[in-house]
């Protein structure tokens, strides 16, 4: 799941300085160069790369093609047509260590590295320990080994280095053997702000990866994202690889922002895969998908996955005030959560987990999956509702909690599970199952339990064999304390000591 990895495996321009008295003129200062270049007459993209070097700003317009270098401070101003193309032989722009670059109103392309290591990564831009910024930018039709359109942070266990995107595209990028389709924020800090990342695919963090190479232990990788758009992007690795949209192994903040149409096919998390911490408000999280792929891979958390998969404090989910909607897998339609090495937590309040689905015999968790191995598993949910979610030849049509070693524990208040009917014969987008309508809870080989506090209502939801309300298999534990069970099909609660 170490989604962050790097691979396996002719005119000069000269500086203006200009005297300027400050105040009485007792000192004087030196002003910024400004350079003007037109790559498309002869010898511009020489004098382009010269006045990178020298710092300042820059207004370029035309199309540079080749490979650049900003080894200064410096301000890039492209016109609406402004456009660095390495033509497949480089990336377009590495900006050197300990610089600081801002780009504006720039197209980015034809980007194409290979290789091991910082070398192999960013087809598009290579940003180390350095700090860009992108404004009203384009980043498209790049390809590296890691980070095919951007790759940024540092190499290094010492977090470092600042990516800043503010209204500009990251599209149609590439990286072919490790994470980071679009971008690569290894160790560092990235900021999406009014940005859309689409269409992109890597094994892992088709979209975006997040985080570093040694499964969160030494640091990890901040990635904000706000009123952004991470849609259409690919996880092609199975089950080694996942995150279709975003790969976090550090720590993730989403607001305002959807994340939809992403895809990873026979791994986990089609939309978000989280091994780290996670909070996400006022954000959709719809019509991603983890299908099984050809070779019998199971996908799971059509929408999000979250797990720990042995770093304490890490495997944690907070969302609020969010849609986590029509999403698809073959376990957790919608979410799958799980403490597999260590602990893991998810908590949803005020939230919608509606309309998701898993296929196939024995599936489980249509709406949400919750499952322990060596680390408890938590989930709460708060002032929310789970409607249509289906697991119709499986467990659990909205919840199925599941102990495979420590405790699996649920804990629901305020919240509707079922029909969205105000009224009997409250029908109305009821959750389907096999086994479990509303809720599968199962001690398959620990403790497992479910906690219906004041104002959980499990309604009107729909079992094929058994528990259309609620299923305890193998003495899994069931306390409804200020909760109700009505009016599921064919009962309310149903159990079964030897499932």
Request: aromatic fraction near 4%; hydrophobic fraction near 35%.
């Amino acid at each position: 799941m170490n989604e962050a990895h790097f691979v396996r495996g002719r005119r000069l321009a000269g500086l203006v300085g200009v005297a300027i008295l400050a105040g009485l003129a007792l000192t004087a200062g030196r002003a910024a160069a400004v350079t003007t270049v037109n790559c498309n007459s002869p010898g511009g993209a020489a004098a382009f790369q010269a006045a990178l070097a020298g710092g300042g700003t820059v207004n370029v317009s035309g199309t540079c093609d080749g490979t650049f270098t900003a080894s200064a401070n410096v301000t890039v101003n492209g016109s609406p047509t402004a456009t660095l193309d390495a033509q497949s032989a480089g990336r377009p722009l590495t900006v050197s260590a300990g610089k600081t670059v801002v780009l504006n109103s720039l197209t980015i392309t034809g980007g194409s590295v290979s290789g091991m290591g910082p070398s192999g990564a960013g087809g598009g831009i290579s940003s180390f320990k350095a700090t860009l910024t992108l404004n009203n930018c384009l980043v498209t039709g790049n390809t590296a080994s890691a980070g095919g359109g951007i790759a940024t942070g540092t190499p290094l266990s010492t977090p470092s280095g600042m990516l800043t995107l503010n209204s500009s595209m990251v599209t149609n990028n590439v990286a072919e053997d490790g994470g980071g389709g679009g971008i690569l924020n290894h160790n560092g800090t990235a900021v999406i702000d009014n940005s859309t990342v689409s269409g992109n695919a890597a094994p892992g963090g088709g979209g975006i990866a997040s985080g570093n190479g040694n499964g969160g232990l030494g640091g990890g990788g901040t990635l904000t994202v706000t009123n952004s758009h991470v849609t259409g992007n690919t996880a092609f690795g199975g089950p080694e690889g996942g995150a279709g949209g975003i790969a976090n192994g550090g720590s993730l903040t989403m607001t305002g922002s959807s994340v939809t149409g992403n895809q990873a096919v026979g791994g986990s998390g089609g939309g978000i895969l989280n091994h780290g911490n996670a909070w996400i408000s006022s954000s959709s999280i719809s019509n991603n998908s983890a299908p099984d792929d050809s070779l019998g891979d199971q996908g799971i958390g059509g929408g999000i996955f979250n797990g720990n998969f042995g770093v304490p404090g890490h495997g944690t989910v907070s969302i609020t005030g969010s849609q986590v909607n029509h999403n698809t897998a073959g376990l957790g339609g919608g979410i799958a959560s799980g403490g597999f090495n260590d602990d893991a937590s998810l908590t949803i309040s005020s939230s919608a987990v509606s309309f998701n689905s898993v296929t196939g015999p024995m599936s489980g968790g249509g709406g949400i999956l919750n499952v322990s191995g060596g680390g408890v598993a938590n989930l709460s949910i708060s002032g929310s509702t789970m409607v249509g979610n289906l697991a119709r030849q499986g467990l659990g049509g909205a919840i199925a909690n599941v102990s495979q070693g420590a405790d699996a524990s649920v804990n629901v208040a305020t919240t509707t599970i079922g029909s969205t009917s105000p009224h009997a014969p409250y029908s109305l987008n009821p959750n389907q199952a096999a086994f479990g309508g509303g809720i599968f809870n199962w001690a398959q080989s620990g403790p497992a339990d479910v906690t219906l506090g004041s104002g959980a209502v499990v309604v009107a939801n729909q079992a094929s064999v058994d528990g259309g309300g609620v299923f305890n298999a193998d003495g899994a534990s069931l306390t409804v304390s200020g909760g109700l069970i009505l009016f599921n099909h064919p009962d309310n609660v149903a159990s079964d000591p030897g499932f």
